[in-house]
């Protein structure tokens, strides 16, 4: 987001955010376990990298969207677009849903989660964080996200963490606090 800021927005492009985003950078990948990636994960790892760009390029020309329109008109015009997008490529490929197990509770209740909660509700913050800092700074906050991931990966599904982890926790903070200090 910070060369997306600076490029698009002419954020100015300072060492100290530089330096951030470098320290947030490696943190994540520390984090992650390094740049250790098996041949099964690959297209994972293309397919992450490419969503980060592409919201890192729509957190950037959101912010071109005039201040009068607030988070929530941002979300539900955002949400509108997709709704009308995505519903075609669903129905043509209805038929590869099992409609009985996406009705249980326990599917339907993480869907109801995945759409309010982890969607809905957390667009209009990222979109309200966006109204209130700039670009470059809202940006570092996006490297949270993997922190948590491990986190649940670990709370939840009994994943390993690693003393990296640690070390690229301590970098992202670093990240976040000199981005905020600038």
């Known amino acids: 987001m910070t060369l997306f800021a600076a490029w698009l927005l002419k954020e100015r492009l300072t060492f100290t955010r530089v330096l951030a985003v470098t320290c947030a950078t490696i943190g ?19 397919s992450l990298t490419i969503a980060a760009l592409t919201w890192a390029l729509m957190s950037v020309l959101l ?26 490529v669903i129905l043509i490929g209805y038929h590869a849903f099992n409609w009985a197990i996406m009705l249980t509770p326990k ?19 990222w979109n309200k964080g966006l109204q209130l800092l700039q670009a470059s700074q809202s940006g570092l906050f996006f490297f949270f996200q993997p922190l ?28 976040v606090i000199l981005t905020l200090r600038n």
Request: hydrophobic content about 55%; overall charge positive; some cysteine.
């Open 63 to 88: 912010k071109k969207v005039p201040a009068r329109y607030s988070a929530l008109q941002v979300t539900t015009i955002g949400t509108l677009v997709v709704l009308i997008g995505l519903t075609p």
């Open 28 to 46: 994540v990948i520390l984090a992650g376990g390094g740049l250790h990636v098996h041949a099964h994960q690959t297209l994972g790892v293309i």
């Open 107 to 125: 599917v339907g209740g993480g869907i109801l989660y995945l759409g309010i909660i982890s969607t809905a509700v957390a667009f209009v913050l």
């Open 148 to 175: 948590v991931g491990s986190l649940l990966g670990w709370l939840v599904l009994g994943e390993a963490l690693h003393i990296s982890f640690v070390f690229g926790c301590l970098l992202i903070f670093i990240g």
